[in-house]
């Protein structure tokens, strides 16, 4: 196997781990090959020299990330606090005077210093230092703490103490102490204490601070009377820069890479870099060749490029670049070591940095000062690769781009002299060659009052002025588009869920502190939400104390729904990055440059990428890491502090069960949501139908286990709602008992309480409503099962209407318009009182027949009455020749879409009583009395059309003469042509007396079907029958005229007599009959006529006058014209 690089060349174990002061104190081997840089020795030098001239006490050390701050400060550590030995062999390689300078000043004797370290944290320093302190003194007897004894007092008694020469303080990362003071509004002045006593100590107290920023830029989001606090402490300090020569990071690299001596080779590229460092007042140039020969196998440009590459905003000094040293993502120095062969192994080349970085700090560098100029050379090598550049091309124009992007800092030019060595294996010649044609395709250009190359600048838009630009003018921060950048994730309540079954989430959201009073008092949740998280974002600069008195305020204005607020002491950062955010988002959305300009926007775009990303972190820390205030009334057991989405969970769950303590518990994450899938829908429409269709089968008839059966036992069969008789043997559905473990009592009582308190009832979206508020919150997926549950339970005290009809039951089609709109099915309450009972005991005995008996409930009671009325003729249902109380009874029971308001209410009313002030047998005969009526109405209106009939045919109702009448009405039939005469003929020719018949004869005397009939119908019916009557004797005369024997015989008797002014005449017709009974009296006459022995003149004189008399005068005048002949003829 071929070795590789990775087998000779490596990087020194301690260039592989960051350093941790607390930690790496007592770490013997934590300073194993460090070197006191320079630098790291003038700043050793410039504090103990104030340290001993002005006996100040009180520093800190500022410098980027990585510089080797915290390597110092374990080195002044073991200076101090370690053995003699140990402190003279760390100033080995130190001149003589500045180490006897050191020595004396940090160990002017034997006795050690007592060392102190604590590292900052986003908490109160007081805690975290006198943590630190403790743990310390913790073998040294005495040196406790005392019972409220302040800290600065405890240090300078501390470091009083013989046993030691003094007391070394060190905290590092001393700027996470002064964020949290500035974001919570903290009290800063403990440092300002610690500081003075260093000052007072007798030199025998030295506070180190380690900053990564001048002390007063914590402070620069606070209001200006505490940045001058701030400033004023920060006097109390002496500051000490910290931060490495380029000579010394080259240094570094050199010491960080271990590598046989042997296989370092020359490159001729070392001292051109050399000469050109020198000329930047860099160092010594035949030192400076040395150390990047040392630094192999790194080319000597890239060598001296890291260390200006660490320093930018996008790195982090030696952590950038000892992460690159030991970094394997791709392009990275140890993925090239273990690439390389280790045999004539090239050098790691500038475009391999160019490739490092663009694959994996590229995002970063857009979105610092150096993304436009990056993004310039980017589209440059974007725009070779479309020319079919070749790999010579880009990796000599990677060069270019990567010496004119960080000239400024190197000290390096992108000079024709270098460029011969950017690139190994390439000849001078073919350089030349490149470097024109590169010119030729305009993505690089030669500058000539420099003598160097750059990148050609196809873009001159500067991004940074026209954000400036935005934000001067003013651009609005939408708070709501600033919670939609940060993608907060809604706050899920997982304890409630997995207790309950019901997934409830909280919104989050952010609002201007001065805005979260309206925002609470207008908020609605979304549909399924159960409340809000409220982040406010200081805009004003208010203090931690006015936001929660703010927030208090805000809370009690949220009512019914349930807010949580929160305030950030992080304002200022989120509202500056969401401020740069939306002045970007307002540059790329209203800049016409941007678009011929592909490298501009790809800048700006990658500035919004890497923007939104950090101020989402930065939201998300703020929303999991703050204190929350709670609803008035809310007593969670928990912290409201908890950190984390674990522990905002914890309290989203603490408020679920707060605001919905009588939730019920149905683990099923089907249906238990607020919109389920289309498949649970589908199941649950299937289990409905069987709950309506199949509720006294078994398992709901369902077969085997298809997806509605899993409803059903976990939500049906496990909560008892539908389970087996014992008494009967018969399925069927129970309302839940108290103490149910699934909590649908409470359910079932609230719902009977609110239909007993609506008289007309509620309407199933109704019930859903008060459902799915507090206390119950039952999800949306629940509701129209657990609904139809409820009504099953109740099919016996409660009525149910379709879309105000009255159904008798539940049915699918019920359910099915249920499912679609719950608005349209309504429910009442049922409540019979013992006068109800009565009355529906009293009518259900007198409904009953020997072929059916009505149950004595007041359903099949009132549907036997409602069905008695309107299975009635229509005549009956329309006409008002009925008594009052009839018409009233049959008119409710007409319109009535309640069986059991019919009964309880309307009828009492129409028979003129109150409700409750009755006796229901009393009641009862009324009813019946009612109906008796109501069911006689029709036929004794026909009995009536039938003996008018009969008495103007002048026939009796008797069998005999209802024969004779047939016989006549077929003589009569076709005798005269009229239609309507030979239709009543036609009807007397089969005329057996029945209500068919007169129906038929009704029909025709009012020329319309009986089913349409008002009453004036029957006046024209009753005139028109006896008219046809009339007619039909008048053609009985006429009967001969056909040959039809048998018929009726006209007669005329005319008289004069001297009482009348004119002679008499009339004209009769009498059947054959009729003669056959006038023929009769005739004889009998005849026989008194000869019995008085009169003559033949005088008897026809009485019966002219007899005739007289019936013919010509009513019954008055008939008798007067007697009384006269009586008194004439007794004269």
Known sequence: MTPRLSDIVSVARRFTRAVRVDADLTDPRALDGYVCSQSAIEALLLMAR???????????????????????????????????????????????????????????????????????????????????????????????????????????????????????????????????????????????????????????????????????????????????????????????????????????????????????????????????????????????????????????????????????RFGQNQRSLFGFLNSIEPYGFQTYLEEVPAKDAPLFPLARLWDYLHANLEPAILASPDGHRWSTALEAIVRAEGRAASADHLALLKAVALIDLFKDRSGLQATPQVLQHAVSGLAPKAVERILEELADWSVIIFRKHAGSYAIYAGSDFDIDAAVDRAREAGVALDYRQLARHAALQPVLAKRHYEITGALRWFEIEIAALADVEHRVRAYRPAPGAAGLFLLAISGEGESAAQAQTILKRASALAGEQLVVLGWTSDSFMIREMASDLSALEHVRAHSAELEGDAIARRELDARVARLSADLEDRLSDAVHGVKWVAPEGFDSGVSLRLSGPAGLSVVASRLADWRYPAAPWLPNELVNRSRPSSNAAAAVRALLRAMVGQASSPRLGIVGFPPQAGLYVSLLESTGLHRLDEATGTWRFVAPEAGDPHHLHALWRRTDELLAAAPDGLTMAEIFAHWRAAPFGVRDGLCTLLGAAYMMTRSGMTAVYLEGVYRPGLESFLIDRMVQDSSCVRIRSIVLTDVDVALISGLAERLSTTEATVPPTAFDVARGLITAVVNLPNWTLRTTRLTPTTIAFRDRAKVTDDPNQFLTRDVPKAFGLEADNYAGPVLARHVIAALDELKGAYSGMLAGLETILLRELRVKGDPDSLAKLRRRALDVKGLTGNFRLDALATRLSTFEGDIADMEGFAVLAANKPTRDWVDRDLDAASVELAALADQFLKAEIFQRLKGREGGRVAMAVYISDPDYPEPQSHEIQVSAAERETADALALRINDLLRAEGVSPDVALAAVASLGLILSTAPEAARDAATAKRTETAHG
């Open 50 to 312: 104030h340290h001993g001239a002005t006996g100040h006490g009180a520093f800190t050390w500022t410098g980027p990330y990585g510089c080797g701050k915290s390597s110092l400060a374990i080195a002044l550590a073991a200076l101090a606090g370690g053995s003699r030995k140990a402190a003279e062999g760390l100033l080995a390689e130190v001149g003589d005077a500045d180490r006897r300078e050191l020595l004396g000043a940090f160990r002017g004797d034997k006795t050690p210093w007592l060392v102190v370290a604590a590292v900052g944290r986003r908490d109160d320093p007081e805690r975290a230092i006198g943590e630190a302190l403790a743990a310390s003194v913790a073998d040294l007897p005495g040196l406790e703490r005392a019972k409220r004894e302040s800290l600065a007092a405890w240090t300078l008694r501390v470091s009083a103490d013989p046993r030691h020469a003094g007391l070394l303080l060190l905290v590092d990362e001393m700027g996470k102490f002064l964020e949290h003071a500035a974001r919570a509004d903290g009290d800063v002045h403990l440092f300002q204490d610690l500081a003075e006593t260093a000052s007072r100590s007798n030199q025998r107290l030295l506070l180190v601070g380690i900053l990564h920023q001048a002390f007063d830029e914590y402070a620069h989001r606070l209001a200006r009377e505490a940045r001058d606090e701030w400033i004023k402490i920060q006097g109390r300090y002496l500051d000490i820069p910290i931060n490495l020569a380029a000579e010394e990071q080259l240094d570094l690299i050199g010491r960080a890479i271990e590598a046989p001596p042997s296989t370092a080779r020359s490159n001729p590229a070392a001292p051109v870099v050399a000469e050109l460092l020198r000329s930047q007042r860099l160092g010594d140039a035949q030192t400076l060749e040395a150390k990047l020969h040392a630094c192999w196998p790194l080319h000597p440009l890239v060598a001296a490029l890291i260390g200006p590459v660490s320093r930018r």
